[in-house]
């Protein structure tokens, strides 16, 4: 996710932004059209250039390094989903309301 943020929107984000993207996509994707989503972009890039912005060592390490061509092939490409949020106003709760 943080590579094809940076690729595809000009955002240099690190590994806590990017789970945080791929929760409120998949969240979005649940609720359906009509809902505002908020996440937030708490970290940058700027700690993970020799290895997550790295496609040198991506590959080295068996992760793909060419850029997805949609959100939706990106979400696709994900091995397992994230873990549902137990807090208020989590997702449960919202999943729960949107119902």
């Known amino acids: 996710m943080a590579q094809w943020l940076l690729r595809n929107d000009g955002f240099f984000v690190g590994s ?14 649940k609720l359906g059209p009509g809902h505002t989503l908020v996440t937030v972009l708490c970290d940058s890039g700027e700690r993970h250039l020799s290895k997550f912005q790295s496609s040198a060592y991506l590959r080295a390490h068996g992760f793909r390094t060419e850029a997805p061509a949609s959100v939706d092939e990106l979400l696709a490409s994900t091995q397992a989903p994230l873990p549902a949020c137990d807090g208020a ?3 449960l709760e919202s999943e729960e309301r949107a119902g």
Do not use: D, E
């Not at 806590?16 to 979005?28: D, M």
């Open 89 to 91: 106003g989590s997702m």
């Open 16 to 29: 806590s932004s990017a789970v945080n993207c791929v929760g409120a996509l998949q969240a979005a994707r």
